[in-house]
């Protein structure tokens, strides 16, 4: 079955740091990952995914996300936070084998919290 | 439209009230998901629909909740006799194709509080 795990429930970090968000995944087959955003009040935002190619997958905002198959982890980064980056991320995963269904898997969540 | 439309955008039903949330998908969009996203939690599937046809209804609480794609365009989530552990928000979301890398695009949600 699949899962998504993200060990941080909150991630402080000041303006101008870089930031991680962890994300670790498990599926039968080769994963589809995904990252999404949500601000308050607001429905999920999708902010990049990885396929297949290259490990480092650049999307929206300035955010990025290594795929490591190693470690089955698809960590989110940027290089510099920006206050308006304090949202709720979420990581997702769907098992490439398909079938029927394709759904998304989401992780629990991590609150970002970018200090000025 | 640009996006995932969802209405109402927020719903206060009375326990035992039955509640009807409609989804009107992107333009073309061949997939559709229904998720349940209670407060401080990542989003729960709950059916998918391929055009018309409803291939999984696994994530269905229970034989109260009730899905529907009739023309393979908008989408209902019907729920009856509504009960206080069915306060969340339902998220609706569609994709181009089925095929595992496409990108899911969700609307901005119907909230639901059941008192």
């Known amino acids: 079955a699949q899962s998504v795990a993200q060990p941080e429930d909150q991630v402080n970090v000041a303006e101008g740091n870089p930031l991680t968000v962890k994300c670790t995944y498990s599926?039968?087959?080769?994963?589809?990952l995904f990252w999404y955003v949500q601000y308050p009040n607001r429905g999920l935002q999708f902010l990049l995914k990885?396929?297949?190619?290259?490990?480092l997958v650049k999307g929206s905002y300035g955010f990025e996300a290594e795929f490591n198959k190693s470690q089955t982890s698809f960590h989110l980064k940027k290089p510099s936070a920006l206050v308006s980056d304090s949202a709720l991320y979420f990581c997702?995963?769907?098992?490439?084998?398909?079938?029927?269904?394709?759904?998304?898997?989401f992780g629990t969540g991590t609150l970002l919290a970018v200090q000025p | 439209g640009a996006g995932v439309s969802q209405s109402p955008r927020y719903k206060v039903a009375k326990r035992g009230q039955d509640v009807a949330l409609r989804c009107d998908p992107i333009?073309?969009?061949?997939?559709l998901f229904w998720y349940q996203q209670a407060l401080g939690q990542g989003p729960e599937f709950l059916t998918y629909?391929?055009?018309?046809?409803?291939?999984?209804k696994s994530g269905l609480p229970s034989d109260r909740f009730f899905a529907e794609r009739p023309e393979g365009s908008v989408s209902t989530l019907k729920i009856q006799r509504t009960q206080q552990e069915d306060s969340a928000v339902y998220l609706c979301?569609?994709?181009?194709?089925?095929?595992?890398?496409?990108?899911?695009?969700f609307g901005e949600g119907s909230w639901l509080t059941v008192v």
């Open positions: 979301a569609s994709s181009l194709g089925d095929s595992s890398g496409n990108t899911i695009y």
């Open positions: 599926v039968s087959g080769n994963p589809y």
């Open positions: 990885y396929i297949t190619g290259d490990n």
């Open positions: 997702a995963v769907r098992d490439g084998y398909g079938g029927a269904t394709n759904k998304l898997i």
């Open positions: 333009s073309g969009h061949v997939s």
């Open positions: 629909f391929q055009n018309e046809a409803q291939l999984d």
